[in-house]
């Protein structure tokens, strides 16, 4: 029986989950029907949990470094948005061009042996107990191939989600999106700014490169034609009726226009097939969701598939997956259909009125702490598994000092951390086998002082004070032995 995993398509969420596969030892294979890579610059802001998530496989850092940190965030109603306040250690947003991150992904891909295969279109699937037999069509023309696994990361119009017959529940948004790179002979503050009117919302993004991304929802052109000409001056035109200004706009080098729509897949897994990013979930992009939520998806999933592939896996796991990201997408959904919503109302008062409300909300740090937390994705947690658990249990993980390197860079070979200042813990672990590894030290005062770390920097299981050893291998054993360990115990 094959024990491969074929990912569809090589966007930031099947790279991601195909380098997170290959990092467990799973054999997986990308396929992906465009032959070239185009230089797309879909997403350009990469949120403070996508770049823990980066850190934690040591990706992170060489990002930064090439990139456009904001600080600040501003909008035209007097609101400024600090996200230094953001308790991370990347407290700002990141702006590159979506393909400058895949190509960060893409380098580890490589480096960890991924097949990435282009130019080649699944068609079809069908699945039985044993596997997915996939139809696909290359340049030599049509085959069959099979694998253990399917993961449909191609897109929001997923042929995957298609072949399953899950429902894409949603609606399709009624004005079209505006974009272009350009160049601005008035670049203004350098952070991020956004401006809402009657007439839509114009968002000006800076790339540090000498370009900005220019974003328009211009009311004008509810139910306009996507095939309509598209040239400068109509988003210059729009600009200078929404923002006031401008700023100079010229030299684009790229220009689209779309519809977002506002859907999720009804189900995220359907037996061996399973669907991630926009695939599973696609919105407006206005707050910068959809890329970060797909890193999240891959980053969620990768782990427990792998242990599924390779029989390591309890009943549970793998369905944990639906179970902790659908309420994410969800929950991202509604954040971004409530931000078009509040930008997008038509009458001057009302808009006047959502503006004095969300000035006033917003100048108490408690209010702006919890859009901070959504749009940063810090504030993502799932619930908590087994029996009195603790208040960490489920929350991302604390990026603890400890000997040998911070926690997120003793994360970076992708398995189960124990940290733990109780030598009886640290014994009862070892033997467990290769996919744990242990540090015996002390963790601040503030943390407990056992904590168990999912590979994807969550914190699986924790305890304040002593506990058995037997306790700790039943636990241990719960979340990630090989299944002939595994007896019918429960998580306490
Ligand atoms: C204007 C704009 C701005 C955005 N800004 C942000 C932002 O700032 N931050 C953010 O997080 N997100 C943002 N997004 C959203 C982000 O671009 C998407 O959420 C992200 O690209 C989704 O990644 P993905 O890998 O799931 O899917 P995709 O990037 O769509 O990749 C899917 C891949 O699958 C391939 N494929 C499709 N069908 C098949 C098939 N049958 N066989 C083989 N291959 C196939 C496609 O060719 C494609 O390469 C923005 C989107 C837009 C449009």
């Keep these: 029986m094959s024990q491969r995993v074929v990912v569809i398509g090589a966007g930031p969420t099947g790279l991601m989950l195909a380098a997170e596969l290959a990092l467990a030892g799973v054999e997986c294979t990308v396929l992906e029907k465009r032959a070239d ?32 940190v904001v600080p600040t965030a501003g909008l035209n109603a007097g609101v400024t948005i600090d996200l230094t306040r953001i308790p991370s250690r990347f407290n700002f947003m990141l702006i590159t061009p979506q393909s400058i991150t895949e190509r960060t992904i893409e380098r580890r891909c490589a480096e960890l042996g991924v097949r ?39 897109g ?42 009657p007439e839509g919302v114009a968002l000006l993004v800076p790339f540090g490169d000498g370009y900005h991304r220019a974003i328009v929802w211009d009311r004008r052109n509810d139910h306009l034609p996507m095939d309509a000409p598209l040239e400068l001056t109509e988003i210059r035109d729009a600009f200078r009726r ?32 399973l ?30 598939l792998a242990a599924a592939v390779r029989g390591t896996a309890p009943s549970w796991l793998l369905d944990s997956y639906q179970a902790e990201r659908h309420p994410v997408g969800a929950r991202v959904l509604r954040l971004t259909d409530g931000l078009t919503r509040a930008a997008l109302v038509r009458s001057r008062p009302l808009l006047r009125l959502v503006q004095l409300g969300m000035r006033a909300a917003l100048s108490v740090e408690a209010i702006r702490r919890h859009p901070r937390g959504l749009v940063s994705g810090v504030s993502i947690s799932y619930p ?36 733990t200042d109780d030598p009886g813990v640290a014994d009862a672990a070892r033997g467990l086998g290769d996919r744990i590894a242990v540090v015996t030290a002390e963790l601040p005062a503030d943390l407990p002082r056992t904590v168990l770390v999912r590979p994807d920097a969550y914190v699986a299981w924790a305890v304040d004070g002593p506990v ?5 291998r039943r636990v241990l054993t719960d979340w990630c032995a090989p299944a002939r360990d595994r007896d019918a115990t429960t998580t306490g």
């Design 37 to 68: 890579q185009p230089n797309l610059t879909r997403a350009f802001g990469v949120a403070s949990r996508t770049l823990e998530l980066l850190d934690a496989r040591g990706m992170a850092d060489g990002l930064v470094a090439r990139a456009n």
């Design 116 to 154: 990435i295969e282009r130019g080649v279109e699944l068609v079809g699937l069908t699945q039985d107990a044993d596997g997915v037999t996939l139809s696909v069509v290359d340049a030599d023309g049509p085959r069959t191939e099979r694998a253990a696994y399917v993961v449909g990361c191609d």
């Design 275 to 304: 669907l991630a990013g926009d695939a599973a979930h696609t919105h407006s992009p206005i707050g910068a969701q959809g890329m970060n939520t797909g890193i999240g998806d891959a980053m969620n999933l990768g782990w427990k």
């Design 156 to 197: 929001a119009h997923s042929t995957v989600r298609a072949a399953l017959g899950v429902e894409f529940v949603g609606r399709e948004n009624r004005t079209p999106i505006t974009l272009a790179d350009v160049r601005l002979t008035d670049a203004g503050t350098g952070a991020v700014n956004a401006a809402v009117s």
């Design 242 to 273: 929404i923002a006031g200004t401008d700023h100079g706009m010229r030299d684009p080098r790229w220009m689209s226009r779309f519809l977002s729509e506002q859907r999720q897949a009804a189900r995220y897994r359907v037996g061996r097939v």
């Design 468 to 472: 058995p050893a037997e306790r700790v």
């Design 384 to 419: 908590p598994h087994g029996e009195h658990t603790h208040r960490l249990a489920g929350h991302r993980a604390p990026d603890a000092d400890l000997p040998g390197g911070r926690l997120y860079e003793q994360l970076r070979d992708g398995r189960f951390l124990l940290v």
